[in-house]
């Protein structure tokens, strides 16, 4: 799918775990409430797509 130094998949790990972050620390803004903590488990899930994304050239 992606070869070891792709372009487009340095941009996807970059894209997904600025993404993350970001949806962790505005569902933080939501402490108490289960909306916040349904936006900081979509941070998670694109957190580990970029990790995903980083170890995909490493799969055997």
Request: without cysteine.
């Given at each position: 799918m992606?070869?070891?130094?792709?372009?487009?998949?340095?941009?996807?790990?970059?894209?997904?775990?600025?993404?993350?972050l970001?949806?962790?620390?505005?569902?933080w803004?939501?402490?108490?409430?289960?909306?916040?903590?349904?936006?900081?488990?979509?941070?998670v899930?694109?957190?580990?797509?970029?990790?995903?994304f980083?170890?995909?050239?490493?799969k055997?």
């Amino acid at each position: 799918m992606f070869k070891a130094d792709s372009k487009v998949r340095i941009v996807l790990i970059l894209l997904s775990f600025l993404g993350g972050l970001a949806l962790v620390f505005f569902g933080w803004t939501f402490t108490g409430q289960m909306l916040g903590l349904i936006i900081m488990l979509a941070g998670v899930a694109l957190l580990l797509l970029a990790l995903l994304f980083y170890n995909y050239p490493y799969k055997n």
